[in-house]
Nanobody
């Protein structure tokens, strides 16, 4: 069993930055792909980024060159650095974990979810 806890959300102006953190419980953190999804009001949850334990990464086209995913296996923590934020980035951001190496995360193949953290970008 893996438990995920997000932090770092908040309110920021357009063009600003935020860093989200996802702290994971359990001894096998390094065997999981860690990722982020987001869900805006009235929309379906969508993939944002993922990173394997050997630091292979995958990003949604909408966030490439603006967001960076990383992980610290010694701290059982994954991060999402979000730069050049836009109002359309406003959403609840969810941390996700999937056992294995593939960074091709989808809602249906994620094993564990966090509770989510709100990110609001004002124009």
């Amino acid at each position: 069993q893996v438990q995920l806890a997000e932090s770092g959300g908040g309110l920021v102006q357009a063009g600003g930055s935020l860093r989200l953190s996802c702290a994971a419980s359990g001894r096998t953190f390094s065997t999981y792909v860690m990722g982020w999804f987001r869900q805006a009001p009235g929309k379906e949850r969508e993939f944002v980024a993922a990173i394997s334990w050997i630091s292979n990464t995958n990003y949604a086209d909408s966030v490439k060159a603006r967001f960076t995913i990383s992980r610290d296996n010694t701290k059982n923590t994954a991060y999402l650095q979000m730069n050049s934020l836009k109002p359309e980035d406003t959403a609840v951001y969810f941390c996700a974990a999937r056992k294995g190496l593939s960074t091709d995360l989808t809602e249906s193949n994620v094993d564990y979810w966090g509770q989510g953290t709100q990110v609001t970008v004002s124009s």
